[in-house]
């Protein structure tokens, strides 16, 4: 599995816990550091009292697994022209205030799920701006990531404190962790590289002219590579794995992933704004009546100003 880190010790008088940062269960004897009352890092239970507490547990991880399947399904309603970037930037701004609450209750709320949802909140509310429809569909983009959030909230109920998977290496909870990683890196590589290509070509060159919304964009891209980065650091598993094939496919598998997330976000690029450079069947074309170009959606939306 891509999992087996050696958890970082907590302590609780009924419970024991561990930190999401690794995934197998272990002894407690630290509290976790809390600062102004939000956790520095999740903390999920490995042992529960009665079954009662094990179901409410198991209830605010399937309520996570579903906000992050909503996404994924309004996602693909946006891939398939459906619905536009505001209209699906609506449907995530829903779910995430749901899961945020689930959070809240369940004691998952940390530093870096404040961080990353305040940012994404301002830029679902800043994109439905009139101003910002020519490049919503950027941060649309970024809720791919909610594809192995899916994954991971469904490995999380394979614990086998649970109860549903007995094993630890159950071919279940290896084939979801797996998963998770090959689909958690890809979309480290493609979404901020991908902010960041476009930001960049606005303030750099005058191929779509200057427009604020990229100051914008390299601010946001900042925040979204140190979340990558805290959280990819935070899962990354410590403990070598017995089996030293799987070491080489784990370190090879995700960092191949990463590099063919960046090339994603580089042939994305190029197929929007530079598409006469790649031939056809290296172009990525969304489907759909709402896509539109960027350079196309500028020129008409000056066009529009200019007759107005």
Same mark, same amino acid.
């Given at each position: 599995?891509?999992?087996?880190?050696?958890?970082?010790?907590?302590?609780?008088?009924?419970?024991?816990?561990?930190?999401?940062?690794?995934?197998?269960?272990?002894?407690?004897?630290?509290?976790?550091?809390?600062?102004?009352?939000?956790?520095?890092?999740?903390?999920?239970?490995?042992?529960?009292?009665?079954?009662?507490?094990?179901?409410?547990?198991?209830?605010?991880?399937?309520?996570?697994?579903?906000?992050?399947?909503?996404?994924?399904?309004?996602?693909?309603?946006?891939?398939?022209?459906? /619905?536009? +970037? =505001?209209?699906? @930037?609506?449907?995530? *701004?829903?779910?995430? &205030?749901?899961?945020?609450?689930?959070?809240?209750?369940?004691?998952?709320?940390?530093?870096?799920?404040?961080?990353?949802?305040?940012?994404?909140?301002?830029?679902?509310?800043?994109?439905?701006?009139?101003?910002?429809?020519?490049?919503?569909?950027?941060?649309?983009?970024?809720?791919?990531?909610?594809?192995?959030?899916? /994954?991971? +909230? =469904?490995?999380? @109920?394979?614990?086998? *404190?649970?109860?549903? &998977?007995?094993?630890?290496?159950?071919?279940?909870?290896?084939?979801?962790?797996?998963?998770?990683?090959?689909?958690?890196?890809?979309?480290?590589?493609?979404?901020?590289?991908?902010?960041?290509?476009?930001?960049?070509?606005?303030?750099?060159?005058?191929?779509?002219?200057?427009?604020?919304?990229?100051?914008?964009?390299?601010?946001? +891209?900042?925040?979204?590579?140190?979340?990558?980065?805290?959280?990819?650091?935070?899962?990354?598993?410590?403990?070598?794995?017995?089996?030293?094939?799987?070491?080489?496919?784990?370190?090879?598998?995700?960092?191949?992933?990463?590099?063919?997330?960046?090339?994603?976000?580089?042939?994305?690029?190029?197929?929007?704004?530079?598409?006469?450079?790649?031939?056809?069947?290296?172009?990525?074309?969304?489907?759909?009546?709402?896509?539109?170009?960027?350079?196309?959606?500028?020129?008409?939306?000056?066009?529009?100003?200019?007759?107005?």
């Amino acid at each position: 599995v891509f999992v087996g880190a050696a958890p970082k010790r907590i302590f609780s008088n009924t419970e024991r816990c561990f930190v999401s940062q690794t995934v197998g269960p272990t002894d407690c004897s630290m509290p976790p550091k809390k600062i102004l009352g939000l956790q520095k890092g999740e903390v999920h239970k490995e042992k529960f009292d009665d079954d009662s507490d094990r179901f409410r547990e198991a209830r605010g991880y399937m309520v996570v697994l579903g906000c992050n399947l909503l996404s994924c399904c309004s996602l693909v309603l946006y891939l398939f022209g459906v /619905i536009d +970037a =505001a209209g699906e @930037l609506q449907c995530e *701004a829903i779910f995430l &205030i749901i899961k945020g609450v689930i959070e809240v209750l369940t004691g998952k709320f940390g530093w870096a799920l404040l961080l990353h949802h305040t940012a994404m909140i301002g830029g679902f509310l800043l994109n439905q701006h009139a101003s910002m429809q020519c490049w919503s569909f950027i941060t649309v983009h970024q809720q791919f990531v909610h594809f192995p959030f899916a /994954i991971r +909230a =469904a490995w999380r @109920l394979t614990l086998p *404190a649970m109860g549903y &998977i007995k094993h630890e290496l159950s071919w279940r909870r290896r084939g979801l962790a797996n998963l998770f990683w090959l689909t958690w890196m890809f979309s480290c590589g493609y979404r901020t590289l991908l902010i960041t290509l476009y930001s960049a070509i606005c303030l750099c060159g005058p191929i779509l002219g200057f427009q604020w919304q990229a100051t914008v964009g390299i601010l946001m +891209a900042l925040i979204l590579a140190s979340l990558d980065r805290n959280w990819t650091k935070a899962m990354w598993p410590t403990k070598p794995w017995p089996d030293r094939r799987h070491n080489a496919y784990f370190h090879s598998g995700t960092r191949i992933t990463f590099c063919l997330g960046m090339t994603f976000a580089i042939l994305a690029l190029l197929s929007d704004v530079f598409p006469d450079v790649l031939p056809l069947w290296a172009r990525i074309v969304y489907p759909g009546p709402f896509h539109r170009s960027t350079p196309q959606c500028l020129i008409e939306t000056r066009t529009l100003s200019e007759a107005v």
